[in-house]
Protein backbone atom coordinates (compact mmCIF):
# COMPACT_ATOMS: atom_id res chain seq x y z
CA UNK A 1 0.00 0.00 0.00
CA UNK A 2 2.79 2.68 0.88
CA UNK A 3 4.17 2.09 -2.56
CA UNK A 4 0.89 3.11 -4.13
CA UNK A 5 0.75 5.85 -6.74
CA UNK A 6 -0.59 9.33 -5.70
CA UNK A 7 -3.12 10.92 -8.49
CA UNK A 8 -3.49 14.17 -6.73
CA UNK A 9 -6.54 15.81 -8.35
CA UNK A 10 -7.49 18.16 -5.62
CA UNK A 11 -5.43 20.84 -6.34
CA UNK A 12 -8.05 23.78 -5.59
CA UNK A 13 -7.88 22.26 -1.74
CA UNK A 14 -4.26 22.76 -1.18
CA UNK A 15 -1.18 22.21 -3.25
CA UNK A 16 1.97 19.89 -2.80
CA UNK A 17 5.02 22.77 -1.75
CA UNK A 18 7.23 22.72 -4.31
CA UNK A 19 11.24 22.07 -3.95
CA UNK A 20 12.00 25.18 -4.91
CA UNK A 21 9.94 26.37 -2.61
CA UNK A 22 11.32 24.32 0.45
CA UNK A 23 14.67 25.25 -0.31
CA UNK A 24 14.01 29.02 -0.19
CA UNK A 25 12.25 29.11 3.20
CA UNK A 26 14.98 26.56 4.81
CA UNK A 27 17.53 29.66 5.38
CA UNK A 28 14.87 31.35 7.16
CA UNK A 29 14.93 28.28 9.98
CA UNK A 30 18.60 27.65 10.17
CA UNK A 31 20.46 30.78 9.44
CA UNK A 32 17.99 33.92 9.17
CA UNK A 33 15.81 33.01 11.87
CA UNK A 34 16.26 36.89 13.83
CA UNK A 35 13.06 38.97 14.47
CA UNK A 36 12.71 41.00 11.33
CA UNK A 37 11.89 43.95 13.67
CA UNK A 38 14.73 44.12 15.73
CA UNK A 39 17.50 46.64 15.56
CA UNK A 40 20.79 44.23 15.56
CA UNK A 41 22.13 42.60 12.31
CA UNK A 42 20.91 39.61 12.99
CA UNK A 43 17.60 40.85 12.05
CA UNK A 44 18.40 42.73 9.00
CA UNK A 45 18.46 39.62 6.53
CA UNK A 46 15.11 38.19 7.29
CA UNK A 47 13.35 42.32 6.82
CA UNK A 48 15.46 41.87 3.76
CA UNK A 49 14.13 38.63 2.40
CA UNK A 50 10.42 39.65 3.48
CA UNK A 51 10.89 43.18 1.48
CA UNK A 52 12.30 40.83 -1.50
CA UNK A 53 9.02 38.21 -1.01
CA UNK A 54 7.05 41.27 -1.19
CA UNK A 55 7.84 42.46 -4.27
CA UNK A 56 7.27 38.84 -6.01
CA UNK A 57 4.38 38.76 -4.57
CA UNK A 58 3.44 42.08 -5.84
CA UNK A 59 4.36 41.14 -9.21
CA UNK A 60 2.35 38.33 -9.46
CA UNK A 61 -0.52 40.03 -9.30
CA UNK A 62 0.70 43.42 -10.70
CA UNK A 63 1.12 45.59 -7.63
CA UNK A 64 3.13 48.19 -5.79
CA UNK A 65 5.07 45.98 -3.26
CA UNK A 66 4.00 48.73 -1.06
CA UNK A 67 0.60 47.91 -1.15
CA UNK A 68 0.91 44.23 -0.26
CA UNK A 69 -0.06 43.31 3.53
CA UNK A 70 1.14 39.57 4.23
CA UNK A 71 -1.54 37.66 6.43
CA UNK A 72 -1.50 34.61 8.07
CA UNK A 73 -4.29 32.75 5.14
CA UNK A 74 -6.90 33.69 2.33
CA UNK A 75 -10.06 33.97 5.33
CA UNK A 76 -8.07 36.44 7.08
CA UNK A 77 -7.14 38.56 4.45
CA UNK A 78 -11.32 38.55 3.22
CA UNK A 79 -12.50 39.68 6.85
CA UNK A 80 -9.93 42.14 6.90
CA UNK A 81 -10.74 44.15 3.61
CA UNK A 82 -14.51 43.94 4.56
CA UNK A 83 -14.37 44.41 8.18
CA UNK A 84 -11.54 47.27 7.43
CA UNK A 85 -13.88 49.08 4.90
CA UNK A 86 -16.48 48.89 7.32
CA UNK A 87 -14.49 50.43 10.06
CA UNK A 88 -13.31 52.87 7.99
CA UNK A 89 -16.38 54.23 6.95
CA UNK A 90 -18.44 53.58 10.14
CA UNK A 91 -21.72 55.19 8.81
CA UNK A 92 -21.72 52.89 5.62
CA UNK A 93 -23.38 49.70 7.70
CA UNK A 94 -24.50 47.29 4.08
CA UNK A 95 -22.46 44.94 2.18
CA UNK A 96 -22.59 43.18 -0.94
CA UNK A 97 -21.49 40.18 -1.71
CA UNK A 98 -22.94 36.53 -3.71
CA UNK A 99 -24.55 33.33 -2.46
CA UNK A 100 -21.31 31.20 -4.02
CA UNK A 101 -18.90 33.17 -1.87
CA UNK A 102 -16.00 31.03 0.25
CA UNK A 103 -17.33 30.32 3.21
CA UNK A 104 -14.88 32.87 4.50
CA UNK A 105 -16.86 35.07 3.04
CA UNK A 106 -20.61 33.60 3.50
CA UNK A 107 -20.42 33.23 7.40
CA UNK A 108 -18.63 36.34 8.06
CA UNK A 109 -21.37 37.99 6.56
CA UNK A 110 -23.75 35.95 8.80
CA UNK A 111 -21.84 37.36 11.63
CA UNK A 112 -21.59 40.65 10.24
CA UNK A 113 -25.86 40.88 10.37
CA UNK A 114 -25.84 39.60 13.83
CA UNK A 115 -24.00 42.70 14.41
CA UNK A 116 -26.66 45.18 12.73
CA UNK A 117 -24.86 45.12 9.24
CA UNK A 118 -26.91 44.17 6.67
CA UNK A 119 -25.69 41.53 4.18
CA UNK A 120 -27.35 41.24 0.39
CA UNK A 121 -26.06 38.09 -1.09
CA UNK A 122 -26.68 38.35 -5.28
CA UNK A 123 -27.93 35.19 -6.52
CA UNK A 124 -26.27 33.37 -9.42
CA UNK A 125 -27.99 31.59 -12.46
CA UNK A 126 -27.56 27.76 -13.50
CA UNK A 127 -24.44 28.32 -15.04
CA UNK A 128 -22.85 29.55 -11.62
CA UNK A 129 -22.80 33.03 -13.28
CA UNK A 130 -23.49 36.74 -11.92
CA UNK A 131 -25.85 39.37 -13.63
CA UNK A 132 -24.08 42.66 -13.36
CA UNK A 133 -27.46 44.62 -13.36
CA UNK A 134 -27.99 42.34 -10.34
CA UNK A 135 -25.04 44.60 -8.83
CA UNK A 136 -26.03 47.53 -10.29
CA UNK A 137 -29.39 47.24 -8.57
CA UNK A 138 -28.33 46.34 -4.74
CA UNK A 139 -25.91 49.10 -4.60
CA UNK A 140 -27.13 51.85 -2.03
CA UNK A 141 -25.91 55.12 -0.60
CA UNK A 142 -24.73 53.65 2.30
CA UNK A 143 -22.63 50.20 0.92
CA UNK A 144 -19.11 50.34 2.17
CA UNK A 145 -17.75 47.77 0.19
CA UNK A 146 -18.34 45.20 -2.65
CA UNK A 147 -16.78 41.94 -1.91
CA UNK A 148 -16.66 39.22 -4.60
CA UNK A 149 -14.67 36.28 -5.42
CA UNK A 150 -12.71 36.43 -9.05
CA UNK A 151 -13.54 32.10 -9.56
CA UNK A 152 -15.42 29.90 -7.81
CA UNK A 153 -13.78 27.40 -6.19
CA UNK A 154 -15.87 24.44 -6.47
CA UNK A 155 -17.62 24.90 -10.33
CA UNK A 156 -14.44 27.34 -11.38
CA UNK A 157 -16.99 29.86 -13.06
CA UNK A 158 -15.32 33.46 -13.22
CA UNK A 159 -16.64 35.94 -12.67
CA UNK A 160 -16.20 39.98 -14.50
CA UNK A 161 -13.82 41.31 -12.22
CA UNK A 162 -12.90 44.21 -14.27
CA UNK A 163 -17.02 45.08 -14.99
CA UNK A 164 -17.48 44.46 -10.95
CA UNK A 165 -14.83 46.55 -10.32
CA UNK A 166 -15.59 49.78 -12.67
CA UNK A 167 -19.64 49.46 -11.34
CA UNK A 168 -18.36 50.25 -7.92
CA UNK A 169 -15.78 52.89 -9.13
CA UNK A 170 -18.18 54.62 -10.65
CA UNK A 171 -20.34 54.48 -7.48
CA UNK A 172 -17.76 55.51 -5.20
CA UNK A 173 -17.99 51.94 -3.45
CA UNK A 174 -14.96 50.01 -2.37
CA UNK A 175 -14.57 46.44 -4.17
CA UNK A 176 -12.51 43.57 -3.38
CA UNK A 177 -12.04 40.26 -5.00
CA UNK A 178 -11.30 36.66 -2.95
CA UNK A 179 -8.40 35.41 -5.70
CA UNK A 180 -7.28 32.74 -3.60
CA UNK A 181 -8.28 29.92 -6.83
CA UNK A 182 -6.88 32.20 -9.70
CA UNK A 183 -3.41 33.26 -8.96
CA UNK A 184 -0.74 31.25 -10.89
CA UNK A 185 -3.84 30.08 -13.40
CA UNK A 186 -5.02 33.55 -14.83
CA UNK A 187 -3.41 37.09 -15.16
CA UNK A 188 -4.20 39.35 -12.78
CA UNK A 189 -3.40 43.31 -12.71
CA UNK A 190 -5.06 44.69 -9.38
CA UNK A 191 -4.27 48.34 -10.86
CA UNK A 192 -5.14 47.76 -14.26
CA UNK A 193 -8.31 46.40 -13.20
CA UNK A 194 -8.88 49.38 -10.56
CA UNK A 195 -9.33 46.85 -7.60
CA UNK A 196 -9.14 48.08 -3.76
CA UNK A 197 -8.43 45.13 -1.99
CA UNK A 198 -7.20 41.37 -3.22
CA UNK A 199 -6.98 38.31 -1.29
CA UNK A 200 -4.33 35.27 -1.87
CA UNK A 201 -3.45 32.19 0.20
CA UNK A 202 -0.02 30.77 -0.39
CA UNK A 203 -0.97 27.20 -0.13
CA UNK A 204 -3.10 27.55 -3.37
CA UNK A 205 0.21 28.23 -5.02
CA UNK A 206 2.72 25.24 -3.98
CA UNK A 207 3.69 27.22 -0.88
CA UNK A 208 3.09 25.96 3.03
CA UNK A 209 0.22 27.09 4.95
CA UNK A 210 -0.21 29.84 7.20
CA UNK A 211 0.43 32.77 5.36
CA UNK A 212 -1.64 34.80 2.84
CA UNK A 213 -1.97 38.44 1.56
CA UNK A 214 -3.75 41.50 0.99
CA UNK A 215 -3.60 44.01 -1.32
CA UNK A 216 -4.65 47.01 -0.18
CA UNK A 217 -4.61 49.78 -3.03
CA UNK A 218 -3.07 53.48 -2.63
CA UNK A 219 -5.17 55.96 -0.76
CA UNK A 220 -8.08 53.57 0.00
CA UNK A 221 -9.83 53.70 3.47
CA UNK A 222 -8.67 50.77 5.92
CA UNK A 223 -8.37 50.39 9.42
CA UNK A 224 -6.20 47.20 9.85
CA UNK A 225 -8.06 44.35 11.60
CA UNK A 226 -5.26 42.67 13.81
CA UNK A 227 -3.83 45.47 15.95
CA UNK A 228 -0.39 44.65 17.43
CA UNK A 229 3.34 45.59 17.15
CA UNK A 230 3.02 47.66 14.06
CA UNK A 231 4.40 45.34 11.56
CA UNK A 232 3.02 45.57 7.88
CA UNK A 233 3.47 49.87 8.23
CA UNK A 234 0.62 49.19 10.83
CA UNK A 235 -1.91 47.61 9.05
CA UNK A 236 -1.10 44.22 10.25
CA UNK A 237 0.04 43.47 13.63
CA UNK A 238 2.13 40.32 14.64
CA UNK A 239 5.30 39.31 14.30
CA UNK A 240 6.33 38.33 10.44
CA UNK A 241 5.91 34.24 9.67
CA UNK A 242 9.32 35.03 7.85
CA UNK A 243 9.96 31.27 6.24
CA UNK A 244 6.72 31.29 4.90
CA UNK A 245 6.42 34.54 3.62
CA UNK A 246 9.88 34.00 1.72
CA UNK A 247 8.21 30.66 0.71
CA UNK A 248 5.09 32.38 -0.33
CA UNK A 249 7.96 35.19 -2.58
CA UNK A 250 9.33 31.99 -4.16
CA UNK A 251 5.89 30.24 -4.75
CA UNK A 252 4.56 33.59 -6.79
CA UNK A 253 7.46 33.88 -8.94
CA UNK A 254 6.94 30.44 -9.98
CA UNK A 255 3.53 30.58 -10.62
CA UNK A 256 3.82 32.99 -12.76
CA UNK A 257 6.75 31.89 -15.06
CA UNK A 258 3.90 28.31 -14.93
CA UNK A 259 1.16 30.66 -16.57
CA UNK A 260 1.51 29.41 -20.05
CA UNK A 261 1.90 25.73 -18.69
CA UNK A 262 -1.68 25.99 -17.03
CA UNK A 263 -3.83 27.50 -19.45
CA UNK A 264 -2.51 25.02 -22.09
CA UNK A 265 -1.35 22.11 -21.05
CA UNK A 266 -3.32 21.53 -17.88
CA UNK A 267 -6.31 22.89 -19.54
CA UNK A 268 -6.11 20.23 -22.07
CA UNK A 269 -5.35 17.47 -19.33
CA UNK A 270 -8.71 18.98 -17.67
CA UNK A 271 -10.53 18.97 -20.80
CA UNK A 272 -9.88 15.15 -21.41
CA UNK A 273 -10.80 14.26 -18.22
CA UNK A 274 -14.48 16.37 -18.83
CA UNK A 275 -14.56 14.05 -21.92
CA UNK A 276 -13.80 10.98 -20.99
CA UNK A 277 -16.04 11.02 -18.11
CA UNK A 278 -18.98 12.35 -20.22
CA UNK A 279 -18.04 9.45 -22.83
CA UNK A 280 -17.96 6.50 -20.41
CA UNK A 281 -20.29 7.51 -17.82
CA UNK A 282 -24.04 8.09 -18.66
CA UNK A 283 -26.26 10.46 -17.14
CA UNK A 284 -23.10 12.75 -15.67
CA UNK A 285 -22.80 16.83 -16.14
CA UNK A 286 -20.87 19.75 -15.52
CA UNK A 287 -22.24 21.69 -12.92
CA UNK A 288 -21.56 25.33 -14.11
CA UNK A 289 -20.57 26.80 -17.24
CA UNK A 290 -17.97 25.84 -19.60
CA UNK A 291 -16.39 29.32 -20.33
CA UNK A 292 -15.17 31.44 -18.75
CA UNK A 293 -13.45 28.99 -16.07
CA UNK A 294 -10.20 28.22 -14.63
CA UNK A 295 -8.42 25.96 -16.59
CA UNK A 296 -7.86 23.42 -14.48
CA UNK A 297 -11.17 23.00 -12.55
CA UNK A 298 -14.54 20.90 -13.34
CA UNK A 299 -17.11 19.93 -11.27
CA UNK A 300 -18.92 17.25 -12.20
CA UNK A 301 -22.74 15.59 -11.01
CA UNK A 302 -23.80 11.74 -10.72
CA UNK A 303 -27.07 10.87 -10.41
CA UNK A 304 -28.07 8.49 -8.08
CA UNK A 305 -24.42 8.30 -6.12
CA UNK A 306 -23.47 9.24 -3.04
CA UNK A 307 -20.39 12.03 -3.61
CA UNK A 308 -18.44 10.96 -0.16
CA UNK A 309 -18.93 7.41 -1.28
CA UNK A 310 -17.26 7.62 -4.62
CA UNK A 311 -14.39 9.46 -2.81
CA UNK A 312 -13.80 6.90 -0.84
CA UNK A 313 -14.00 4.16 -3.13
CA UNK A 314 -10.90 6.74 -5.43
CA UNK A 315 -8.72 7.11 -2.25
CA UNK A 316 -8.74 3.58 -2.37
CA UNK A 317 -7.04 3.48 -5.84
CA UNK A 318 -5.19 6.24 -4.74
CA UNK A 319 -6.74 8.99 -6.32
CA UNK A 320 -7.64 12.31 -4.57
CA UNK A 321 -11.00 14.50 -5.45
CA UNK A 322 -13.35 16.16 -3.84
CA UNK A 323 -16.98 17.04 -3.31
CA UNK A 324 -16.35 20.58 -3.14
CA UNK A 325 -15.00 23.50 -0.21
CA UNK A 326 -12.15 21.50 1.96
CA UNK A 327 -13.34 23.92 4.41
CA UNK A 328 -17.20 22.19 4.51
CA UNK A 329 -16.06 18.89 4.26
CA UNK A 330 -17.63 16.88 6.32
CA UNK A 331 -20.75 19.09 6.81
CA UNK A 332 -24.26 17.22 6.00
CA UNK A 333 -25.67 20.23 4.37
CA UNK A 334 -25.43 20.19 0.24
CA UNK A 335 -22.80 22.54 -1.17
CA UNK A 336 -24.05 25.79 -0.83
CA UNK A 337 -22.92 27.06 -4.14
CA UNK A 338 -25.10 24.43 -5.98
CA UNK A 339 -27.73 24.97 -3.83
CA UNK A 340 -27.28 28.91 -5.18
CA UNK A 341 -27.22 27.55 -9.02
CA UNK A 342 -30.36 25.79 -8.38
CA UNK A 343 -28.15 22.31 -9.21
CA UNK A 344 -31.30 19.43 -8.14
CA UNK A 345 -30.31 17.66 -5.11
CA UNK A 346 -29.91 14.28 -6.57
CA UNK A 347 -26.87 15.55 -8.92
CA UNK A 348 -25.63 17.84 -6.03
CA UNK A 349 -25.33 15.32 -3.76
CA UNK A 350 -23.17 13.34 -5.94
CA UNK A 351 -21.18 15.88 -7.39
CA UNK A 352 -17.43 15.48 -7.28
CA UNK A 353 -14.63 18.62 -7.90
CA UNK A 354 -11.70 17.71 -9.58
CA UNK A 355 -8.87 20.07 -9.74
CA UNK A 356 -5.76 19.52 -11.57
CA UNK A 357 -2.17 20.85 -11.08
CA UNK A 358 0.93 21.58 -13.21
CA UNK A 359 2.25 18.36 -11.77
CA UNK A 360 -0.55 16.40 -13.02
CA UNK A 361 0.06 14.48 -16.31
CA UNK A 362 -1.67 12.66 -19.25
CA UNK A 363 -1.61 9.35 -17.01
CA UNK A 364 -3.13 10.68 -14.32
CA UNK A 365 -6.56 11.37 -16.44
CA UNK A 366 -6.26 7.83 -17.94
CA UNK A 367 -6.14 6.50 -14.16
CA UNK A 368 -8.96 8.08 -13.17
CA UNK A 369 -11.20 7.25 -16.43
CA UNK A 370 -10.07 3.51 -15.98
CA UNK A 371 -10.86 3.39 -12.36
CA UNK A 372 -14.17 5.99 -12.31
CA UNK A 373 -16.64 4.38 -14.34
CA UNK A 374 -17.00 1.07 -12.30
CA UNK A 375 -16.67 2.98 -9.10
CA UNK A 376 -20.35 4.88 -10.43
CA UNK A 377 -21.51 2.07 -11.91
CA UNK A 378 -20.99 -0.38 -8.61
CA UNK A 379 -22.55 2.80 -6.84
CA UNK A 380 -25.94 3.34 -8.68
CA UNK A 381 -26.39 -0.64 -8.59
CA UNK A 382 -26.42 -0.80 -5.04
CA UNK A 383 -29.64 -1.05 -3.25
CA UNK A 384 -30.95 1.54 -0.63
CA UNK A 385 -30.88 -1.25 1.54
CA UNK A 386 -27.64 -2.16 0.62
CA UNK A 387 -26.24 1.16 1.08
CA UNK A 388 -27.78 1.09 4.95
CA UNK A 389 -27.05 3.89 7.46
CA UNK A 390 -24.00 6.55 6.83
CA UNK A 391 -20.45 5.23 7.18
CA UNK A 392 -22.01 1.48 6.04
CA UNK A 393 -21.57 1.42 1.94
CA UNK A 394 -18.08 1.01 1.42
CA UNK A 395 -18.66 -2.31 3.65
CA UNK A 396 -22.01 -3.16 1.73
CA UNK A 397 -19.60 -3.13 -1.66
CA UNK A 398 -17.16 -5.10 -0.93
Known amino acids: MSNRR????????TTRVAPEVVEAMLPCLTEHWGNP????????EPARLIEEARERVAGLIGANPRNIVFTSCGTESNNAAIQGALLANPTKR???TTAVEHSANIKFGRHLEKRGYEVTYLPVDLDGAIDLCDLQAALRPDTAIVSIMWANNETGVVFP???????CRSHGVLFHSD???????LPIDVKG????FLSLSA??????????MLYVGSGVPFQPYIIGGGQERGLRGGTENVANIVAFGRAAELALSHLNDENTRVRALRDNLENGIFKTIKGSVRNGGSEPRLPNTTNIGFDGVEAEAALLLLDREGICASS??????????PSHVLAAMNVPLSRSKGSLRFSLGIENTGEDVDLLLEKLPPIIERLRDASPEALGQAGEPLAALD
Open 6 to 13: LVYLDNNA
Open 37 to 44: SSAYSLAS
Open 161 to 167: VEELAAI
Open 193 to 196: FGID
Open 94 to 96: HVI
Open 324 to 333: GSACTTGSIE
Open 203 to 212: HKLRAPKGVG
Open 179 to 185: AVQVAGK
